[in-house]
């Protein structure tokens, strides 16, 4: 019989602007290709375009016998705000050396944020609780979503 996880998520949201543009391509297959996300405008402009951003990131874990916990809320929101809000928060997100030779897509923000925070998440209540996803939405209808493999939680050991 397998022992029992839950999860919980916070939600955090901050403001970015960023850009697509493939280097390799022309101008006007830029445009073609990444259409509004595109640096380059319809009127000759290059500039970029801004997104409230929404994250949930979901941790999952057995719960501590002397708190009550999977892990603080508390706990976890410093580490958003450390790994996400202060990294991303009103900035230009294609200045960021990770993106340097990334697209500055959702899917790889994602991947960007996963590595900002797994280590801290995870350190927390080692071998009881770790990050098991993270879902951001970059308008209101559009949402990309990271999930690491499943684990599997019993006698108060990840396996």
């Not at 101008?27 to 000759?44: A, T």
């Not at 949930?56 to 057995?62: K, R």
């Not at 340097?100 to 998440?121: G, R």
Request: glycine share 4%; charged share 25%.
């Amino acid at each position: 019989m397998a022992d029992k996880v839950v999860s919980i998520t916070k939600h955090l949201t901050f403001d970015s602007a960023h850009y697509l543009l493939n280097p390799k391509y022309s101008r006007e297959e830029n445009m073609k290709m990444f259409h509004k996300c595109c640096l380059y405008k319809e009127d000759g402009s290059d500039e970029p375009h801004g997104h409230t951003y929404h994250i949930e990131v979901t941790i999952v874990g057995g719960i501590d016998k002397k708190t009550g916990f999977v892990i603080d809320f508390k706990e976890l929101k410093k580490i958003l705000e450390a790994g996400v809000l202060e990294r991303m928060d009103h900035r230009l997100l294609n200045d960021i050396p990770y993106f340097k030779n990334k697209m500055a897509t959702v899917e790889n923000i994602l991947h960007y944020v996963w590595d900002e925070i797994v280590k801290p998440i995870n350190s927390l209540r080692p071998a009881m609780a770790w990050l098991s996803s993270i879902r951001m939405w970059e308008t209101p209808n559009s949402f990309a979503t990271l999930t690491e493999r499943m684990k599997t939680y019993e006698n108060g050991q990840i396996n």
